[in-house]
């Protein structure tokens, strides 16, 4: 951008976190634009921060005034749980914690820009990072008008040592990171990331004292933990019979599945960009609820539905991991898994140990499961007619069998294909 450019920007809104990369970026920002505003805007996804001092912070970094957002209860309704009930996981593992998070972040950075005339947008994302394409694939879909600042494409600052020695020449308040507490982590009301440092060799395990939602299941309680999970049309709606608030219903989850070390996942995931990166996740609720629903999934919904739901499961992931959620194809997506949960209604009794999460026991009203004919003992089923639906599910495996294997034989394929079948030549 040439010196006209930045001149003609006089108002930035800026993606605050309050963490490293966000505290440097303020000055940096109004080094580069001289004369800009810049305003932050913080949402509030449940992460613990200290919230009475967020803005005197924004301010001691050169903000003209932070705007603060609690976002919770939106991100679980319309984000956290439609996500979980398309059964989306990233690579098998991935809960999709931070990649859930920055839609809903950016569209309200975008609302924040909107009403206050700003000219441009930035964001703290570094170039290496999936982040950077979560936010600006928001900003494109909701104000593709506006400028966008990614501070880490074209500053000379290069590591999170550097960002250090940046806000300390500057006398920016950056809280407890230091070159020997380096992690950068991501947290909110789904889960915690854990990345950098000793993580970025694969073969380091991480520390026990580096997670912060969980506990260990060695020092996890040696007693059972039973909960019963009420889903409505694949949404959970209560637990042990007593209605809940999604909020409430998740933040209880958490709790109790942290203290019985559930949740833990360490995985090196292939990012946007193309690179493997190794991150560790806390995600306690998320787990339970996961794992329940696939289970009520399994009694409540057909072959045909339940088959299709998992294949589109992985696009569905693909698709918040890239940040596309403000799309048609994923609304289309959408309404495909709000048809298929049309009878996920029920509840789902789990057993909480030491790390695991143990189904007990299903049921629904809706259930396709009918003793009856599953049993093993006497029942309507009648064993005879087995014969003839494997015949014809099995017609064309004889079929290509006898053309590939007896193309030689006197007698032609379509007499034995009439042998197979059961016919008689008369």
Known sequence: MNS?????????????????????????????YVGAEVIGICTN?????????????????????????????????????????????????????????????????????LAEGADALAHGCTGKGNDQVRFELTYKA???????????????????????????????????????????????????????????????RPSEEMFQLSRSPKEAPDAETELVIDFEKGI??????????????????????GENGVGRADLVETRLVGMKSRGVYETPGGTILFRALRELEMITLDFDTLDIKNQLALRYASLVYAGKWFTHFRESLDA??????????????????????????????????????????ESQYDHGDATGFINLYGLATGVQAIVHKHQDVDEGPAHQMREMAGFSEK
């Open 236 to 257: 959970p709606v209560g637990i042990d019979g007593k209605r809940m608030e999604p909020l409430a219903l998740l933040d209880h989850l958490n709790r109790v599945g």
């Open 336 to 377: 495909y898994m709000v048809t298929a949960a049309k009878y996920a209604t029920g509840s789902v009794r789990v057993v909480l140990y030491k790390g695991n999460v143990i189904i007990a026991g299903r049921q629904s009203k809706y259930s396709l499961y009918i003793e009856d004919l599953a049993s093993f003992g």
């Open 142 to 204: 909701l104000a593709p008008h506006m400028e966008v600042i990614a501070p880490w494409r074209v500053w000379d600052i290069r590591s999170r040592e550097q960002a250090i020695a940046y806000a300390r020449e500057r006398g920016i308040p950056i809280g407890n990171v230091s070159e020997k507490n380096i992690y950068s982590r991501d947290w909110n009301i789904w889960h915690m990331s854990h990345e950098g440092g000793d993580l970025e060799n694969p073969w380091n």
């Open 45 to 113: 996804v449940g992460q613990d921060e200290d919230w009475d001092g967020m803005e005197a912070k924004a301010l001691a970094s050169g903000a003209s005034k932070l705007i603060i957002r609690d976002v919770r209860e939106e991100f679980v309704r319309d984000y956290l749980f439609p996500m979980l009930r398309a059964g989306a996981i990233y690579e098998g593992k991935y809960l999709l914690g931070t990649s859930i998070a920055r839609p809903l972040q950016a569209k309200h950075q975008v609302e924040v820009a």
């Open 4 to 32: 006209t450019e930045s001149n003609e920007i006089k108002k930035i809104v800026l993606a605050y976190s309050g963490g490293l990369d966000t505290s440097i970026i303020i000055p940096w920002l109004k080094e580069r």
